[in-house]
């Protein structure tokens, strides 16, 4: 399966985005997706990740409260909506698609080319 993130952008402290991650295949096939983020300096760091079903999720404690991931299976899309961003929210976000139970990077095998996200202060 072939993912490919787009929604990022230059946006105000407080603003918001959406990204999306649409996949060539189908994402009902994978067992987690995941998104993750990558800051300049920085190693990639977990943001979110979703079951199959969309029916349980997990945040990096920095997002939880502002960050909302979601998947359409039927769509083969899944969603970060980010609210309230900080500055130190700029990173480079990829999406990822796990067969396993995707709790490390290294579970992730399908993984996205990256959206740039930027916010000013």
């Known amino acids: 399966v072939q993912l490919q993130a787009s929604g990022g952008g230059l946006v105000q402290a407080g603003g918001s985005l959406r990204l999306s991650c649409a996949a060539s295949g189908s994402i009902f096939s994978l067992n987690r997706m995941g998104w993750y983020r990558q800051a300049p300096g920085k190693e990639r760091e977990f943001v979110a990740r979703?079951?199959?079903?969309?029916?349980?999720?997990w945040y990096a404690d920095f997002v939880k409260g502002r960050f909302t991931i979601s998947r359409d299976n039927a769509k083969n899309t899944v969603y970060l909506q980010m609210n309230s961003l900080k500055p130190e929210d700029t990173a480079v976000y990829y999406c990822?698609?796990?067969?396993?139970?995707?709790?490390?990077?290294?579970?992730?095998?399908?993984w996205g080319q990256g959206t740039q996200v930027t916010v000013s202060s």
């Open positions: 979703i079951t199959r079903s969309g029916g349980k999720l």
């Open positions: 990822a698609g796990s067969r396993e139970f995707g709790i490390r990077q290294y579970e992730y095998d399908s």
